[in-house]
T-cell receptor, first 116, second 109 residues
Framework: DSGVTQTPKHLITATGQRVTLRCSPRSGDLSVYWYQQSLDQGLQFLIQYYNGEERAKGNILERFSAQQFPDLHSELNLSSLELGDSALYFC???????????????FGNGTRLTVT | LAKTTQPISMDSYEGQEVNITCSHNNIATNDYITWYQQFPSQGPRFIIQGYKTKVTNEVASLFIPADRKSSTLSLPRVSLSDTAVYYCLPDTGRRALTFGSGTRLQVQP
């Protein structure tokens, strides 16, 4: 158990709809990352938050947005969904702000989104 | 960002030692080298991390030469349950992490 909790585990919705994915990081971790993994594809980095602030942005579509709340949980909002958005969405957390000390990512088990 | 190069796939048999090498020619001074394992439909799992020379834990060993331009993950006596995708990442923990395509290891009986 990585300590990272993602809900829901599965989500089925129709094109054009909007969904919210939720992530609770490991206790004490300040940083949250969101990744997208389509079938048989690699992990595509979407966005990173650190202690409530956006830290880095990857290949995230304008239809997607995220935020990290004061209690450090994070939500990824996907809107105007398209068939191609069907994928596994992973959240990971790490403890940053420790100088050059390494800080591995700890991943949740993902939310499987199916857009029909 | 340091770019990594790994073999796309590898095959092995149960009981063998498997070595997966990753090239990271422009690794930064502050980067640690981290390896992750991913099973189908699961999130990647941290395996091992090192900065230089050799690191060993209960799961694997990591060998990093002095120039740090490559690293080798060594899995001793693999079993069927080691069938997974393995990713290497240079990692300072301070910036976005880009996973490459990884190495798909298939262990056969």
């Amino acid at each position: 158990d990585s300590g990272v909790t993602q809900t829901p585990k599965h989500l089925i919705t129709a094109t054009g709809q909007r969904v919210t994915l939720r992530c609770s990081p490991r206790s004490g971790d300040l940083s949250v990352y969101w990744y997208q993994q389509s079938l048989d594809q690699g992990l595509q980095f979407l966005i990173q938050y650190y202690n409530g602030e956006e830290r880095a942005k990857g290949n995230i579509l304008e239809r997607f947005s995220a935020q990290q709340f004061p209690d450090l949980h994070s939500e990824l909002n996907l809107s105007s969904l398209e068939l191609g958005d069907s994928a596994l969405y992973f959240c990971a957390s790490s403890s940053l702000g420790q100088g050059t000390v390494d800080s591995p990512l700890h991943f949740g088990n993902g939310t499987r989104l199916t857009v029909t | 960002l340091a770019k990594t190069t790994q073999p796309i796939s590898m095959d092995s048999y149960e009981g063998q030692e498997v070595n997966i090498t990753c090239s990271h020619n422009n690794i930064a001074t502050n980067d640690y080298i981290t390896w992750y394992q991913q099973f189908p439909s699961q999130g990647p799992r941290f395996i091992i991390q090192g900065y230089k020379t050799k690191v060993t834990n209960e799961v694997a060993s990591l060998f990093i030469p002095a120039d740090r331009k490559s690293s080798t993950l060594s899995l001793p006596r693999v079993s069927l349950s080691d069938t997974a995708v393995y990713y290497c990442l240079p990692d300072t923990g301070r910036r976005a992490l880009t996973f490459g395509s990884g190495t798909r290891l298939q262990v056969q009986p």
